[in-house]
């Protein structure tokens, strides 16, 4: 598998990585908090959104390139490489001047023009699944990507549209394929558990099922917990405390290291 680095954060090289932070960017008060937070529970680094494609036009769209500036600090104060959004092939210069990690949104998977623009951008990039994409479709994406000569691309599976969707939680986690990624690709693969199930308390199960399941990382949605705090603007109810990223993590830990037995399957042995 390629190893792709983000900031001095390897993905793909063996160990998963965990992507950790706000749905957006809402006040810099909020986004250093949980890049504190995050960095304290284990994190690798810190997500937040600036530009966000919201379903509703009438939603908070994201506070822009204000964003990009409060996400970039917290990162710097805390050391955690950042990744973010971009949405828009105007826009792609100035994100890539902030982010360390481009984000490719799964409403955004076949805008084939702002992969074309992502793949010149020289910075890695983070390609979500569109929720209702093949994985040849998916894999035609970062090759959009990959012809502009920028192989750093790690996949996210976030969720996919079916007949279930929607009843219980918000998409329909398709942990299956993980191990189909490994075997067609050299790309590593993280999970979003956050967007695939909507459902906080969803959230850890989907995690370690995803890591037990042998993806290389996950990109999860925090809130800070506190009773007092203001309810996140975007994607409230998939928000985990600190406490619950910090279990998730441990679990990921203790896997490494051999203290939680390895039952499962290698990965790519599952698909044929
Ligand atoms: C996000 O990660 O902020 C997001 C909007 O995710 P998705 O594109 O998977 O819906
Ligand atoms: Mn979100």
């Given at each position: ?9 390897p ?54 390139l ?17 990744v973010?959004?971009?949405i ?19 409403r955004?998977?076949?805008?084939y023009?702002?992969?074309?623009e992502?793949?010149r951008a020289?910075k890695p ?7 209702s994409?093949?994985?040849?479709e ?8 990959a012809?502009?000569?920028?192989l750093?691309i ?9 007949g ?11 942990l ?18 956050s ?42 109810d ?20 051999g203290t ?6 290698s ?6």
């Amino acid at each position: 598998m390629r190893t792709i680095v983000v900031g001095n954060v390897p993905f793909g090289a063996g160990s998963p990585v965990v992507i950790a932070g706000p749905c957006a960017v809402e006040n810099a008060e909020q986004t250093l908090e949980l890049a504190r937070l995050a960095k304290a529970s284990g994190a690798d680094a810190l997500r937040g959104g600036a530009f966000k494609p919201r379903t509703s036009p009438h939603d908070f769209q994201g506070l822009g390139l204000e964003g990009l500036k409060i996400l970039r600090a917290a990162g710097d104060e805390t050391g955690l490489p950042v990744v973010t959004e971009v949405i828009d092939v105007r826009l792609v210069e100035t994100v890539a001047r902030y982010a360390d990690m481009l984000q490719v949104g799964s409403r955004s998977m076949q805008n084939y023009p702002l992969l074309v623009e992502v793949g010149r951008a020289g910075k890695p990039v983070l390609l979500k699944r569109g929720m209702s994409a093949s994985l040849c479709e998916w894999l035609g994406s970062a090759e959009y990507i990959a012809k502009e000569g920028n192989l750093e691309i790690v996949l996210c599976e976030r969720g996919i549209r079916t007949g279930a969707s929607g009843e219980f939680s918000r998409f329909t986690l398709d942990l299956n394929v993980i191990p189909a990624v490994h075997a067609e690709t050299f790309l590593p693969v993280i999970v979003d558990p956050s967007h695939s199930t909507g459902v906080a308390s969803m959230v850890e199960h989907a995690s370690c099922s995803a890591i037990e399941y042998g993806c290389d990382g996950l990109i999860i949605e925090i809130s800070s917990g506190r009773a007092d705090a203001p309810r996140p603007m975007c994607d409230a109810d998939q928000a985990i405390d600190p406490a619950v990223l910090g279990r998730i993590i441990r679990f990921i830990r203790d896997r490494q290291e051999g203290t939680r037995p390895r039952e499962w399957f290698s990965a790519s042995a599952a698909y044929s």
